[in-house]
């Protein structure tokens, strides 16, 4: 890091010392304290990277953190959908707290996540910290925008605040300008909006030249905080590679594996120009960058919607490939370079975080895990189970499946539309709600793919692990409480975002370029 002046130079020795001592907001105990990246990739599988094994992914950016920090062989997504597994990375809570079920949010919904839930934002601004987001929100717009990042903890928000299929996308062009993206997507909403902290400044949002956009307000936003000699928090919600893919002149057919690799690979450019702005501004070496995905791959997509890898189905499942994430953590000279087997999640980013720049944790009930010990000793995890609630959670019904240490408990499997077009009928829509019991039992160390489930001749000398996970499924279940679902609240075209207020008909008027 290249020295700069301490701020504390100009103020009393012993008001430094206090500062120092008390771990204030001050001098070099804002320097000191790391800045945080969390990179968050849209419907990525487990298989879709280079460096997790897939043959014709291009990812060199990625490929580098994995080299040189700690990979995730075992990192879990809260949800296999967008909305839920968003608000439990930025909660670190499970979304059936928060209320985020069932299923995701759309431009017109009513609810969004809660205005009470605190967010990593949100406790890293009582550390003085500033803090940005750029990208997908999907965490609900609201009545005037009342759901959207600046209202929960981030300073400054740059971004689509939904998916972009949730819109007409016969617009959203690849290049050169007569290639049309695949499908159409949603109808008789409202085009794509790209809004400002909380203003609509374009519609529809050129996508081709998004993340240009995207990348330079990364850059001036770590440059700046920076040059303040502030903490920095940043949050990079890309796009990539949900369908229907897109890329910029300069990714497009760049690619072995055709829209989906560029795609892919754009992302990957846009973690090269955040890691050049770290080196740029000299906090490379004080910058902690965690990556992962949402949720699993859009299977029904085919070769457009990602790969799972090794895992069974993708997105809309509890199956390992709905929920299993690639994941990495990267911090130089502080995070040794390595692959780590132990049993994570994005529930464990916020306590994390917090432990790390010595916020203090919110005071409801947390499903997350400090890492530390994984991250900075290669030791072991504080988290021995994982918990699978469905797309459409429900207190009758319960979680759908228990992992506990190398062992997976499927008490209901069901396929998901998402998940439609692979050679595996049970990962179809009408592979229809299907109750176990005794639960299906998987041994996920020597059978990651789940393919065979452990015989009911063998149940017997399983009984001790059944016993166990029965046992944990039953005391978080008692303990948990589901919030009022925002989801359930409906939807008002009325609140859908709209560049021209009050302008009629809509939606057809809510279009500037």
């Known amino acids: 890091m290249a020295p700069r002046e301490p701020l504390c130079s100009l103020l009393p020795l012993w008001l430094q010392l206090l500062g120092l001592s008390l771990g204030l907001g001050l001098g070099l105990a804002v320097a000191s304290r790391p800045g945080v990246v969390v990179l968050l990739a849209d419907d990525l599988g487990y298989g879709d990277l280079g460096c997790f094994g897939h043959p014709s992914s291009f990812t060199p950016n990625l490929d580098r953190l994995a080299a040189s920090g700690r990979r995730f062989s075992d990192f879990y997504s809260a949800a296999s959908v967008c909305s839920p597994s968003r608000a439990a990375l930025l909660t670190g809570r499970y979304p059936t707290r928060s209320g985020i079920f069932p299923g995701v949010f759309y431009p017109g919904s009513k609810g969004g996540l809660p205005l009470n839930e605190t967010t990593v934002a949100e406790l890293l601004k009582q550390q003085g910290y500033v803090t940005a987001m750029v990208g997908k929100w999907h965490l609900g717009y609201g009545l005037n925008g009342i759901y959207l990042p600046i209202h929960h903890g981030f300073d400054e928000f740059l971004g689509v605040p939904y998916s972009h299929d949730q819109g007409p996308c016969q617009n959203l062009t690849c290049f050169p300008p007569d290639t049309k993206c695949y499908g159409k997507c949603d109808q008789g909403v409202v085009l794509l909006p790209l809004i400002r902290n909380n203003t609509v400044v374009q519609q529809p949002v050129s996508f081709p030249k998004l993340t240009a956009q995207y990348d330079r307000f990364a850059r001036d936003f770590i440059l700046r905080a920076a040059q303040q000699q502030k903490p920095f928090f940043l949050y990079y919600a890309s796009h990539h590679t949900h369908y229907p893919q897109f890329a910029s002149a300069d990714f497009t057919r760049k690619s072995m594996r055709g829209p989906l690799g560029d795609a892919l690979l754009e992302f990957d450019g846009s973690v090269g120009q955040i890691l050049k702005a770290l080196r740029d501004a000299g906090v490379e070496n004080n910058t902690l960058i965690f990556f992962t995905s949402d949720n699993g791959p859009e299977l029904m ?57 010595g916020a203090k944790l919110p005071r409801v009930k947390l499903d997350g895990y400090d890492m530390g010990d994984i991250l900075f000793n290669n030791g072991k995890s504080k988290r021995d189970t994982m918990f699978y609630y469905p797309v459409s959670a429900s207190k009758k019904l319960g979680v759908f499946a228990v992992r506990k240490g190398r062992y997976k408990a499927h008490y209901y499997t069901q396929g998901s539309t998402h998940s439609d077009s692979t050679p595996d009928h049970d990962c179809h829509w009408d592979s229809f709600l299907t109750p176990h019991d005794p639960p299906l039992l998987f041994d996920l160390e020597a059978d990651p793919s789940e393919n065979y489930p452990l015989s009911s001749s063998d149940i017997p000398n399983y009984s001790w692990i059944i016993n166990q996970i029965h046992e944990e499924k039953l005391i978080f279940e008692q303990e948990m409480e589901f919030g009022e679902s925002q989801i359930e609240k409906g939807v008002d075209p009325n609140l859908e975002p709209c560049i021209n207020a009050g302008c009629r008909p809509r939606p057809t008027c809510c279009v500037k370029t």
């Open 301 to 357: 997509r085919r070769s457009r919607g990602g790969n799972a890898g090794l895992l069974k189905c993708g997105k809309g499942t509890t199956y390992e490939g709905g929920m299993r994430e690639p994941a990495i953590a990267y911090w130089p000279g502080q995070i040794a370079p390595g692959v780590t087997h132990e049993l994570a999640s994005t529930l464990d980013i916020l306590p994390t975080i917090a432990s790390l720049t």
